[in-house]
């Protein structure tokens, strides 16, 4: 059996038979671990057809109290030190596969709506981070639109994180600060859970230099 | 040592790398998702759906939701660990994956914390058992190059913690990098004696910053030799799990009235554990650094399938032409050790016990495995010992068990003509200390030749008794 050598490196990672594996000689337990791989890999480069993709290894679910295998893998387009995540697991017979890529193509403008709405109510900004927990099916996320991610129209599981200057705010006054960067977010339809930090000035450092941090919820 | 953590703290944080899915996606601790916010965050955030999450659920290996519950409460009043921030979270993205870590912000004392999950599923055994003929490991490595990516300007002091293979990873670190100046290794194991010699200075400059935390009935610290100081904690042993609880991240966590987490020192190391130590060293030592991959990835299969329960595919590892032969060292040196010293053989029983197994045969298990004689007769004769068994209405299950299994009469025979060549005496079990790095842990002294001799007469007399006894039922 030919294995490339991002299989031969996987395949190794994951099953006790290196020798077996260098020779293409597979049993068949490694020979599914091996058909899933290739699958993963298909789904995401037919799914993200502009990226291309490694898959670096996978953390099976035997042995763990999930219900499905991951598979960490990089997009060669993309410089990030830490892994991508895609989730494969069985279901009558048949392999379904959600990743969590989608994230990673939205972000940026996700980031700058954010940002753009704060400042535009008059909110000193010092950064924008937001994540998502939800991970899609082939049935969406290669087109996916920022806007209706953060307004909740596709579920994502939103979590924006806004470190803002504190150093603007008059009396240290957080609590009032909060309450009205709830109301602005509010007033532009945003969903999700909203972590907010102030940060001694716009240059803060976001771990050593905060002043006050609260987070509510927007459903 | 200069961490502002009490010990009490370190644990809990290596208890909540292990939480994931609790009460849905957002109780995963080790989330990127989860950077920037404080660990006080996420213990409120789960807390608040606290309802979501199932007591009697396992949401990692060995820990229920109930008890996940009571560790997050017990975090809810230390402010000191609330407010400390999760800086970044990183997946392991080289070298087949295999390890996730967290790189944690204390702002009272401006410590850094970098904290490795431990081994999770079944396929991070290889990397653990590659640690017997890998210098260093492929995740160690990989461990060492995410630290050393790590930015700790304005950072006063380091300190390295990691559960289990976590453990492990934190002292290689710690080892073979000069910035750190803690490392609390949780139940993690130990180092071959090639690193040892390799790194021998390296080992001696930086072995005062370990501490080991490990659990006094723990079975993975056991593995290699250990560096740094050792303090054993008691295990709560709950007892679901059986053996396999006591290397379980919450085993040493004590709860009190108040929902207050303690631990509590044990005297020692657990006498079976550290039996075990003594002669997986040993054995380990028997095989040259080249020819230990095998052994490795059978151990490493056999512990998988141990953990897994499954006795089935125990017994394949032992017929399998890839492990078969390495199998059958072990079970040689095992019973050769046992042989020499008949101490293990109440380590085993204990351990059996706590699996719930019967350990009422023991005894006779104990006396045919002493004699290799015995042993290779059985194995001889597979269909009369199955017939044997029968007719002396031994269960079902049993019985069924070896007829499905024939080949471990095969294996059996195989052990016999091993336990013959081999001298358990020969190597060394105690941990090889850097300082006596060049030391060979061969044992020169001259064997004492009148207890093989006496079980051999005692072997001859015993066949002979059994010849009857086979005979007897079998045409009875």
């Given at each position: 059996?030919?294995?490339?050598?991002?299989?031969?490196?996987?395949?190794?990672?994951?099953?006790?038979?290196?020798?077996?594996?260098?020779?293409g000689e597979l049993c068949d337990e490694d020979k599914a671990i091996l058909e899933n791989m290739r699958a993963v890999k298909k789904y995401l480069e037919e799914k993200y057809s502009k990226y291309q993709f490694e898959i670096t290894g996978c953390e099976p679910k035997e042995g763990t109290a999930r219900d499905y295998d991951e598979w960490y893998y990089k997009a060669l387009e993309i410089d990030r030190d830490s892994a991508f995540?895609?989730?494969?697991?069985?279901?009558?017979?048949?392999?379904?596969?959600?990743?969590?890529?989608?994230?990673?193509?939205?972000?940026?403008?996700?980031?700058?709506?954010?940002?753009?709405?704060?400042?535009?109510?008059?909110?000193?900004?010092?950064?924008?981070?937001?994540n998502f927990w939800e991970y899609f099916g082939d049935d969406c996320g290669q087109d996916i639109d920022a806007s209706k991610v953060l307004t909740g129209k596709i579920p994502a599981g939103n979590d924006i994180k806004i470190f803002l200057d504190g150093s603007k705010v008059t009396g240290e006054a957080f609590d009032g600060e909060v309450t009205k960067l709830e109301k602005c977010l509010k007033k532009y339809d945003i969903k999700g859970d909203i972590y907010v930090v102030f940060l001694k000035d716009a240059n803060g450092d976001l771990v050593r230099d905060r002043l006050y941090s609260d987070s509510f919820e927007l459903e | 040592m200069n961490s502002s953590l009490s010990l009490e703290e370190i644990v809990l944080i290596n208890n909540l790398l292990y939480c994931e899915n609790l009460g849905g996606p957002k109780g995963t601790f080790l989330s990127p998702i989860q950077?920037?916010?404080?660990?006080?965050?996420?213990?409120?955030?789960?807390?608040?759906?606290?309802?979501?999450?199932?007591?009697?659920?396992?949401?990692?290996?060995?820990v229920t939701g109930a008890e996940y519950k009571e560790i997050l409460w017990?975090?809810?009043?230390?402010?000191?660990?609330?407010?400390?921030?999760?800086?970044?979270?990183?997946?392991?993205?080289?070298?087949?994956?295999?390890?996730?870590?967290?790189?944690?912000?204390?702002?009272?004392?401006?410590?850094?914390?970098?904290?490795?999950?431990?081994?999770?599923?079944?396929?991070?055994?290889?990397?653990?058992?590659?640690?017997?003929?890998q210098v260093p490991t492929q995740f160690q490595e990989n461990a060492l190059k995410w630290f050393q990516s790590l930015d700790f300007e304005g950072c006063d002091i380091i300190t390295v913690t990691g559960h289990s293979k976590g453990g492990n990873k934190s002292k290689y670190i710690t080892i073979m990098d000069e910035h750190v100046d803690n490392c609390f290794s949780f139940d993690g194991q130990g180092f071959s004696d090639e690193f040892i010699k390799r790194n021998a200075t390296r080992i001696v400059k930086n072995k005062s910053k370990i501490l080991?935390?490990?659990?006094?009935?723990?079975?993975?610290?056991?593995?290699?030799?250990?560096?740094?100081?050792?303090?054993?904690?008691?295990?709560?042993?709950?007892?679901?799990?059986?053996?396999?609880?006591?290397?379980?991240?919450?085993?040493?966590?004590?709860?009190?009235?108040?929902?207050?987490?303690?631990?509590?020192?044990?005297?020692?190391?657990?006498?079976?554990?550290?039996?075990?130590?003594?002669?997986?060293?040993?054995?380990?030592?028997?095989?040259?650094?080249?020819?230990r991959e095998n052994v490795a990835n059978m151990l490493g299969n056999i512990i998988v399938c141990a953990k897994a329960g499954d006795a089935d595919?125990?017994?394949?590892?032992?017929?399998?032409?890839?492990?078969?032969?390495?199998?059958a060292d072990l079970l040689a040196y095992v019973l050769r050790y046992k042989e020499e010293k008949p101490e293990m053989v109440a380590s085993v029983r204990e351990i059996l016990k706590q699996n719930g197994f019967n350990t009422g045969m023991l005894g006779v298990i104990d006396f045919i495995t002493n004699h290799d004689i015995i042993l290779e007769l059985i194995g001889k004769n597979k269909k009369a010992m199955i017939t044997i068994l029968k007719k002396r209405h031994v269960k079902e299950a049993t019985v069924s068990f070896l007829e499905r299994h024939t080949d471990l009469f095969d294996f059996i025979v195989l052990v016999s003509q091993k336990m013959r060549k081999i001298d358990p005496r020969r190597y060394s079990g105690s941990d090889l200390e850097a300082e006596d790095?060049?030391?060979?842990?061969?044992?020169?002294?001259?064997?004492?030749?009148?207890?093989?001799?006496?079980?051999?007469?005692?072997?001859?007399?015993?066949?002979?008794?059994?010849?009857?006894?086979v005979l007897v039922l079998v045409f009875k």
């Open positions: 059996m030919e294995l490339s050598a991002e299989e031969k490196k996987v395949l190794s990672g994951v099953t006790f038979h290196s020798e077996e594996i260098e020779n995540i895609a989730r494969a697991s069985e279901v009558d017979g048949k392999l379904v596969i959600q990743d969590d890529f989608y994230g990673e193509l939205i972000r940026k403008d996700a980031k700058e709506e954010i940002r753009k709405l704060l400042t535009a109510d008059g909110f000193s900004v010092a950064t924008v981070n937001v | 950077e920037s916010k404080t660990i006080g965050d996420y213990v409120n955030g789960v807390l608040r759906k606290a309802a979501d999450i199932v007591d009697d659920e396992e949401y990692s290996t060995g017990s975090i809810k009043p230390n402010e000191h660990l609330r407010n400390i921030i999760i800086r970044e979270v990183h997946y392991e993205s080289e070298g087949a994956g295999g390890g996730r870590s967290a790189y944690l912000f204390d702002p009272s004392s401006n410590e850094a914390i970098v904290a490795f999950k431990g081994t999770q599923s079944d396929a991070e055994w290889i990397d653990n058992v590659s640690g017997l003929y080991n935390i490990i659990a006094e009935s723990d079975f993975v610290n056991i593995l290699l030799n250990d560096v740094g100081t050792r303090q054993f904690y008691l295990g709560t042993n709950f007892g679901r799990l059986g053996f396999a609880e006591n290397h379980c991240a919450n085993a040493v966590l004590f709860f009190d009235n108040t929902g207050a987490m303690c631990l509590w020192k044990a005297k020692g190391q657990d006498k079976k554990m550290k039996d075990l130590d003594v002669m997986l060293n040993s054995f380990i030592r028997s095989y040259e650094m080249s020819v595919k125990i017994a394949d590892t032992f017929s399998d032409e890839r492990y078969s032969d390495s199998a790095a060049e030391k060979d842990m061969s044992i020169h002294e001259k064997l004492g030749i009148s207890r093989r001799k006496l079980s051999f007469i005692m072997a001859a007399a015993v066949l002979i008794i059994m010849l009857i006894l």
